[in-house]
């Protein structure tokens, strides 16, 4: 007997050597097959830049211009048009190096990204999602938009980590128990929170409600006291920061001045949602004694159109949800993803490019038909993955929640803003687990006949 045990924990043993080599090995080789990449990225004068521009990448180091010149409260218009977050961040980041900053930008979101890969998956690891987490890691360490996002100049793939981060410590305190280090958790969760708001003040919604979520998985109102208090605080620290520069540098108490344009984009009458605005604007005039429209006037305005014009609102919010799930390419891609990285290898672009006959393929009733149905199946893929992962009870409904959740909140800003597939990136890494989860559940279906998983005894249902 005492060998069969010997032999049965050196199996165990050497499971677990596997597991965690495999749990290192995937985000580690994604990580080494980008600094390949960044190594033969060159610029138009054939030195070697390290990454790429995102959508609005010259906006960004415009932004830092502005800094390098006048410092951290420079009056740069466009500091205080869009948030300065990103752009200070990037700023910090030439104190190492202003030749190769672009280079350091991709290294530092490449490694953050790669580590929070690892962290996330890492908390599935001697779960009931043990057996998911291979595809899992390899899902977000080579999914080519998410993963490739890292090297380009945008806030979209840090904040993707730090959503990875976030829901990590999450499940990883739902396993622990109210231990000594939720605390920790606690404050790692709120600097997570606040480097993301930071980069898009977006994101001060998204933490606040994934705070509540997250205190409402504890029924101790000291330990629900202490998630809403040092998350949302330390978040809070984020805005509060970006307000008292704008304050200092153009004398107004407000994190950023784009909310009520982009507002503007995405309703009126004769337009699809979209980036591209098509038709008359929603009609603003300033309030007197004012002689020109704040950016608040703005919002107010499209909110009164909103409300004034519901069945045209509803057919843009639903454009809008639409055009957040689109392609990157294709019939029916929207957004201001044309820098994607993934396009400049992306097979279907290439048939499109090729030949007349190509193009034809792609853009008319086959390729609209192949578009819509793919966009119908990362949706379904995404909602059943989140209701198979909450059929599991306990920690994994937690789990599904703080995954499902804050992709939602990014759907319903993107629909009251405007339509833009590149929203879905800052949440995709949550988005393509319940993907893959979903994927996990219609092969479960298959095999056994029905969605329902065994549960074990127990609390947290492990």
């Not at 509540?212 to 998985?217: D, E, G, K, T, Y």
């Not at 045209?312 to 019939?331: D, M, V």
Request: glycine content about 10%; overall charge positive; aromatic content about 12%.
């Amino acid at each position: 007997m005492a060998s069969k045990s010997k032999v049965a924990q050196k199996k165990q043993s050497t499971s677990a050597k596997k597991i965690n080599f495999y749990l290192i090995a995937i985000p580690v080789i994604a990580f080494a097959i980008k600094l390949i990449i960044m190594s033969n990225i060159k610029g138009t004068d054939g030195a070697t830049l390290g990454g790429w521009l995102g959508a609005d990448g010259e906006n960004y180091l415009s932004g830092v211009d502005g800094l390098l010149q006048k410092g951290y409260f420079s009056d740069k218009s466009i500091l205080s048009y869009w948030p300065a977050g990103y752009p200070i961040l990037i700023w910090i980041l030439t104190k190492i190096s202003l030749t190769h900053v672009i280079y350091l930008i991709a290294f530092t979101q490449s490694i953050f990204y790669a580590y929070a890969s690892y962290y996330f998956v890492k908390q599935l690891r001697g779960t009931k999602l043990q057996p998911y987490m291979m595809l899992i890691g390899l899902g977000l360490a080579f999914n080519p938009t998410l993963s490739l996002s890292s090297l380009a100049v945008g806030y979209e793939s840090p904040i993707a980590a730090c959503m990875l981060m976030v829901t990590g410590l999450i499940m990883k305190s739902r396993q622990s128990g109210n231990d000594r280090a939720l605390a920790l958790r606690v404050i790692s969760a709120g600097f997570f929170s606040a480097l993301a708001s930071f980069m898009q003040p977006r994101w001060i919604l998204t933490s606040v409600v994934i705070a509540i979520v997250w205190a409402l998985m504890y029924k101790n109102r000291k330990v629900q006291a202490l998630i809403l208090v040092g998350v949302v605080g330390i978040m809070a620290i984020a805005p509060a920061i970006m307000i008292q520069r704008n304050q200092q540098s153009i004398h107004k108490s407000v994190i950023s001045t784009n909310l009520g344009v982009t507002m503007k984009l995405g309703a009126g009458d004769g337009t699809q949602g979209g980036y591209a605005h098509t038709g008359p604007d929603v009609p603003c005039v300033p309030t007197p004694p004012a002689t020109t429209t704040s950016d608040n006037d703005v919002v107010k305005c499209v909110i009164k159109w909103y409300a004034g014009h519901p069945g045209k609102s509803i057919r843009l919010f639903i454009n809008k949800g639409w055009f957040y799930w689109s392609p990157w390419s294709g019939p029916l891609g929207n957004g201001t993803m044309a820098r994607n990285p993934w396009l400049k290898i992306d097979p279907i672009v290439n048939i499109a490019k090729g030949s007349q006959s190509g193009n034809d393929l792609v853009y008319k009733s086959a390729g609209r038909g192949i578009s819509f149905f793919w966009v119908i199946g990362c949706i379904s893929l995404f909602f059943i993955g989140f209701f198979w992962l909450r059929s599991m009870k306990g920690i994994y409904a937690n789990l599904a929640y703080a995954a499902f959740i804050p992709v939602v909140i990014s759907w319903l800003v993107s629909m009251g803003t405007i339509g833009d597939h590149r929203f879905r990136i800052p949440t995709m890494t949550l988005s393509v687990f319940l993907q893959v989860m979903g994927y996990f559940a219609l092969r479960h279906r298959v095999k056994t006949g029905s969605f329902a998983v065994a549960l074990e005894s127990g609390a947290q249902a492990r």
